[in-house]
């Protein structure tokens, strides 16, 4: 019978010589784990990659990794500070990554290091990230004079918020001295972030009603510079007008103690209008606050922040992990669902059996 022609037949080729070398052997991964020094020589020498995986190891849930990450941070907070730190907040859509790109660019431009964090409260929910998309952002992350780290995931906005403190703090030792912290404005994550930032920057959009982009009345009080994106083409227009009408809108805000004012302006993020006009809104709200001594102050009161926030988890964390309280709370639960007791005398119970023995 005629061989049956198929491209599916099995065609007897060149015998192909093998091709891994026989003779390699897998090299065991010989590389030393970093200590706390190599860490912060690493940082303080400017080492992006370092820098990289000490954020990784404080951001690490691996108690292992906790004390190492507190000596680091610890070693490099003599040595951070001397940055402007600046919250950028907007309901998605309005232009964030575009607005962070075009202005980190120019920041750059001028000589500065700009690190770029996100805190996005989506991540914690959905375990997917609006913010934290790695394909945003492309002509900065290939900024050797920018640092683009996503939001870490797997973690409470509290979580998030902590780490993104110490990130900071790590991010200026290691020589950035404009620090973006991006969040999505629809709720309680820009509250976290003015608790960190210098500067509070709402990016909005003209034509939709202030309800439609979700942004509530204390986010725009808590602003420092309200900056209308899409500001180009036949939103131009609408975007003058909407300055106008915020700007009288904010004149009805009570006066801020540090003296600022707070700014409506409009900017085009895809055509790079008026984003230098955004940094030179930075700078004067700094030169003004450093001058009448309320930028340290309002830095000092985020310390004392820092310190019950620190406290608070640390309580808290000692209290659950602590095998007895695990326990006696799977215990408490179990007769609150079967109704032996109520849900607040169990709760009462829990601490009474911890602390009064
Ligand atoms: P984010 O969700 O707030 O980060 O918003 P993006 O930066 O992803 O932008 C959302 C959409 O708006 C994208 O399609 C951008 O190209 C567009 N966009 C951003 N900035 C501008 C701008 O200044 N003008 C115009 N016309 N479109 C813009």
């Not at 061989?3 to 065991?28: D, H, M, T, W």
């Not at 988890?313 to 609150?336: D, G």
């Amino acid at each position: 019978m005629e061989e049956y022609q198929s491209a599916l037949n099995v065609q007897e080729g060149i015998e192909q010589p093998v091709s891994v070398n026989p003779y390699f052997k897998r090299k065991k991964a010989t590389r030393r784990a970093l200590d706390v020094d190599d860490f912060v020589r690493g940082i303080l020498s400017h080492d992006r990659v370092i820098l990289s995986q000490a954020i990784t190891l404080v951001e690490s849930t691996n108690p292992e990794h906790f004390e190492k990450a507190q000596a680091v941070i610890e070693q490099c907070l003599p040595h951070s500070g001397n940055s402007v730190r600046v919250g950028i907040t907007g309901v998605p859509g309005v232009g964030k990554s575009t607005f962070i790109e075009s202005f980190g660019l120019h920041l750059t431009g001028l000589g500065h290091k700009v690190a770029v964090l996100a805190i996005d409260p989506s991540s914690e929910r959905s375990k997917g990230s609006i913010l934290g998309d790695k394909t945003r952002m492309e002509y900065l992350s290939a900024d050797p004079n920018a640092f683009i780290r996503p939001t870490p995931s797997g973690l409470t906005l509290g979580g998030v918020a902590r780490k993104t403190r110490e990130t900071t703090i790590l991010c200026e030792a290691a020589g950035f001295d404009v620090i973006l912290i991006e969040t999505v404005g629809v709720g309680q994550s820009e509250t976290i972030v003015k608790s960190m930032v210098d500067f509070f920057l709402l990016l909005m959009l003209a034509g939709a009603g202030d309800d439609l982009q979700g942004i509530k009345r204390g986010i725009m009080e808590m602003a420092d510079a309200l900056v209308i994106n899409k500001a180009d083409g036949d939103n131009l227009g609408k975007a003058t007008a909407a300055k106008a009408q915020y700007k009288s809108a904010l004149k009805l805000f009570p006066p801020n103690a540090n003296g600022w004012e707070p700014i409506a302006d409009i900017c085009s993020a895809i055509n790079n209008d008026g984003i230098d006009n955004v940094w030179n809104i930075i700078c004067q709200f700094v030169n003004l606050t450093k001058s009448n001594g309320c930028f340290l102050k309002q830095r000092d009161e985020q310390l004392v922040t820092t310190f019950h926030d620190w406290v608070d988890f640390t309580i808290k964390n000692n209290f659950y992990s602590n095998n007895a309280v695990k326990n006696k709370i799977s215990e408490l639960i179990q007769s609150v669902k079967d109704k032996k007791i109520s849900p607040y005398q169990a709760g009462t119970q829990l601490i009474k059996s911890i602390y009064q023995k």
